[in-house]
């Protein structure tokens, strides 16, 4: 039987409700609204190639033959569905691989391939870079810009089956860890022996830490802990001609040459295949807090997040904002109560993680207190048990699913200098207000219904969301690519976190300069000099 | 006048003993005892290209001619000692860039320029790749590799000129500095509104921002706030052929691409030159307590390490051991008593940093009282005033003055994991009395008087001091390569945090594979095509 993504994620979905944590349900609960119940059959989803013509296949890339496919089951073994072929198998079993989870992507591949050992997956590199074969590296398949999946009928190798863990140092919290090791799996492991992973997201019940590298996942933890840059101590990976190389060593200092390890971390595929890492991973903590503020304006959101980082300094582990306009929507969709009295024009959650509960409770009530006393806020709740925390990280964790039933969305996550990111908002708003597009008094018909703003102030992360009537060419230019000219012009980021994948490449420009990119390309030509891994993607078309 | 190296790093010596802040001198001492008093003439530094022969100057790089004197003269103007040359200036003006400050290592350069701008800069590495005119790019010339002085006739770049704070983002601590700014005086210009720099090192008062960059300086504060792999935001960077880059952008997240600026962090100036740098900086710490501890054996070390990992956790700042020979060599050579009434074989220095001083009080107190309970440490005491933290920290960082009065002095930073780390010091002891190398009753006249052990704990870094009646050569081979394969015996890195400059390049394959190193020389062609950008180091000899 195939254990696939779907099946653990779903599973993992009824986890994630049941567990304590209130967060890390973002994407979970994304899942369980654009995935059709299971009684309705769901429309197909549209191949890539047809959505996207001007992404034609490169003729330079072989076909897959019933004689490659052969010498496949030579190297896996055709145990436990170490291949996965149209010879063989269904086109459901193929979809699951061919399928990006929004149903947004769809590939034409009629070969997966789900090696055991790094070894295995050296010798089908070794193969395919032989006879150019082109392939896409896929973990959980969790990512959201199409990253992960074919576009034409590359062959996709999946780290599923390479889960083991292979080391824990329980003096320094070093982990080591196969690239197809599930995020959740890993936390738990850690935490029975007094650690945590560093990262946290929603996907973490499926996504794997191969590809959470691969793809340089942000998350919840970020403020905290730092990024996958500091965290990710080296890596085994397999270049594309099949060598096996160990990238740094599980150290937290080592000044031998080169940090390469690092340029695999957000290369989504494009470098070589991560097979294994080692990340350095804290304690975890025993008392963790949660907060909501009300705040007037943007200015004292700001000022409260420069407090947050004197006042609580080491224990802060989140500082997330969003508008009015987010918790009406979560209201008006959802059986949410606001947990303030006041209705502000912005709110903050914050959380703080730290060893000792009675040090942390007093930190933060003083905090809060003295921000009271000062007007910095002009409400704020502090959670006193675990189901009012799960209360006040619900709201925030709703906003996604509040714009998705408000009716279509236009989602941008964009990285922003702190004291510039809500302006994003501000002049997204004008200009659809200026072009009648915006719904209001004197516009009771325009598509967008709401402009909202949310994200995790820490990070300089904005969300930006539109609700609108349904997409139309139309409204489509009127936000693209002034939305990324914005960006531009604030010297951001039109990715913060979700990569560049299929979605985000063409765009690519308006984060890099041309010769950032062309130094790119000469990366990407001495790693992989025939262009087989992960394809058509990360880079912008020509 | 000239604004010499030198006259900087005399004068931050008087300045780091004058301030509270009781670390951050380990350099200064090194420099107070291996530069000669002025009234003594210093022997003169011998020439590396005299002392390693073998580094044959390349005969693909140009020499330096009046010519291009008068054209470097143009592009960055003969103000304020911009250029230095030996048509004008005198021997002792062009020691100072090609001499490295232990008079290890000296180059014979005629010509040193120091732009003031990045234009600049890109201007010159235009015309010296135009011309394969060979250049080293240099800070503070702090390191202790012999990286940043010429080996032969190379054209010094220094960015001692480039010394203006950009900007500081208030809000999230994000702050941009030329290349050339000073360590310390950008700690201080933070400190005045808040924050903190993320490292912090000997050479604080000397070193400048790019020159930690480019070595990936370690040092004091890394377990903390973690490596400049995770603090570094982002880049500005003139390439071999003057290309302006801007590697990342001032953000905590940005996904749009490789990292390409991780490959900087480490890379001793054979890509590229450093000219700016967005660096992510802490809020400063209100609080800071220091504690040493008695132990009875090094597994014991890393059980108190674990603890304070757990019940210290977040404001935990370092955790420094050293062994009781050094403690003895302390006494022996300098005015200091022992902090503790119990001789133990082990040593552990901590410190926490916090935001809340009776919180951290508190809690290292608790922690403290069970360790002693548990019989974990057999002695410890909690420093009460800023003078007994002083006299803590004076122990373990007057280790390396104290080593260097006892005789000749081989000294590695090694990085192995911390389970291991002092297994290597019993080896190198267990081999030396084999060979009838070590002083004991038994054999009294041996050349090794000691065999000291200390280091960051925190990181797994071990400092290996081997005191001596002189250098041979005999002793030489029968430390090295042993030393190296010991590490490598046990996945170490052979260079936690000095780098490989000169000195360490010959042995990069202790600790990189042939595959690894060959993709490090495909990234150097690839950004460097001509090589001009400080040859003959970071390679092995070939």
């Given at each position: 039987m195939l254990r696939t993504p779907l099946v653990r994620r779903l599973a993992n979905s009824a986890h994630a409700l049941a567990r304590p944590t209130p967060r890390a349900r973002t994407l979970s609960v994304a899942f369980s609204t654009s995935r059709p119940a299971a009684s309705k059959a769901p429309a197909a989803v549209p191949f890539t190639s047809d959505k996207f013509p001007e992404l034609v296949r490169d003729s330079r890339f072989g076909s897959v033959t019933p004689e490659h496919v052969a010498r496949f089951r030579d190297i896996t073994g055709d145990v436990d569905a170490?291949?996965?072929?149209?010879?063989?198998?269904?086109?459901?079993?193929?979809?699951?691989?061919?399928?990006?989870?929004?149903?947004?992507?769809?590939?034409?591949?009629?070969?997966?391939?789900?090696?055991?050992?790094?070894?295995?997956?050296?010798?089908?590199?070794?193969?395919?870079?032989?006879?150019?074969?082109?392939?896409?590296?896929?973990?959980?398949?969790?990512?959201?810009?199409?990253?992960?999946?074919?576009?034409?009928?590359?062959?996709?190798?999946?780290?599923?089956?390479?889960?083991?863990?292979r080391s824990l140092d329980e003096v320094s919290g070093i982990l080591t860890a196969e690239a197809g090791c599930v995020l959740e799996v890993l936390d738990l492991h850690l935490r029975e022996r007094g650690f945590c992973m560093p990262l946290d997201l929603g996907a973490k019940g499926s996504c794997n830490i191969g590809g959470n590298v691969a793809s340089n996942a942000g998350g919840l933890r970020l403020l905290r802990y730092g990024s996958l840059h500091g965290t990710v101590l080296s890596m085994e990976v397999?270049?594309?001609?099949?060598?096996?190389?160990?990238?740094?060593?599980?150290?937290?200092?080592?000044?031998?040459?080169?940090?390469?390890?690092?340029?695999?971390?957000?290369?989504?595929?494009?470098?070589?295949?991560?097979?294994?890492?080692?990340?350095?991973?804290?304690?975890?903590?025993?008392?963790?807090?949660?907060?909501?503020?009300?705040?007037?304006?943007?200015?004292?959101?700001?000022?409260?997040?420069?407090?947050?980082?004197?006042?609580?300094?080491?224990?802060?582990?989140?500082?997330?904002?969003?508008?009015?306009?987010?918790?009406d929507l979560v209201k008006r969709h959802l059986p949410i109560r606001e947990p303030l009295e006041t209705k502000s024009p912005f709110y903050v959650l914050i959380e703080t993680s730290g060893s000792n509960k009675d040090h942390d409770d007093e930190k933060l009530a003083t905090f809060l207190e003295r921000l009271l006393e000062e007007e910095v806020v002009q409400d704020g709740a502090l959670a006193s048990d675990t189901a009012q925390a799960h209360a006040m990280w619900n709201v925030r964790e709703s906003i996604t699913e509040a714009c998705s039933k408000e009716g279509g969305n236009f989602k941008y996550d964009l990285s922003v200098p702190v004291p510039q990111l809500y302006a994003i908002v501000d002049a997204m708003r004008a200009r659809l207000a200026d072009l009648g597009l915006l719904r209001s008094d004197s516009a009771p018909t325009a598509p967008v219904t709401n402009v909202v703003g949310f994200g995790h102030i820490g990070d300089g992360?904005?969300?930006?969301?539109?609700?609108?009537?349904?997409?139309?060419?139309?409204?489509?230019?009127?936000?693209?690519?002034?939305?990324?000219?914005?960006?531009?012009?604030?010297?951001?980021?039109i990715s913060a976190e979700h990569g560049l994948g299929l979605m985000k490449a063409p765009y690519l420009e308006y984060s890099k300069s041309p010769e950032a990119i062309e130094l790119m390309r000469r990366v990407k030509a001495a790693f992989d000099p025939k262009g087989i891994l992960n394809p058509y993607k990360y880079f912008p078309r020509q």
């Open positions: 170490a291949v996965i072929s149209a010879g063989t198998n269904t086109a459901q079993e193929l979809d699951v691989y061919n399928e990006d989870w929004m149903r947004k992507y769809k590939g034409r591949t009629t070969l997966v391939l789900r090696p055991k050992t790094t070894q295995e997956v050296s010798a089908i590199l070794r193969y395919c870079n032989e006879h150019t074969l082109a392939v896409v590296p896929q973990g959980g398949n969790t990512g959201l810009v199409g990253g992960s999946v074919p576009v034409h009928d590359e062959i996709v190798i999946s780290t599923v089956r390479m889960n083991a863990v397999v270049l594309a001609d099949g060598t096996i190389m160990e990238l740094g060593k599980p150290l937290r200092k080592d000044n031998t040459g080169y940090d390469l390890k690092q340029l695999f971390i957000g290369s989504e595929g494009t470098l070589g295949m991560i097979t294994a890492v080692s990340i350095l991973t804290p304690p975890k903590s025993s008392a963790v807090n949660v907060a909501m503020l009300g705040v007037k304006s943007f200015a004292e959101v700001q000022e409260a997040f420069r407090r947050a980082r004197l006042e609580l300094g080491e224990i802060l582990s989140a500082f997330e904002f969003f508008d009015r306009t987010c918790m992360n904005l969300h930006l969301n539109l609700t609108t009537t349904g997409w139309t060419r139309e409204l489509n230019d009127a936000i693209e690519p002034f939305v990324y000219e914005l960006v531009q012009a604030r010297n951001g980021s």
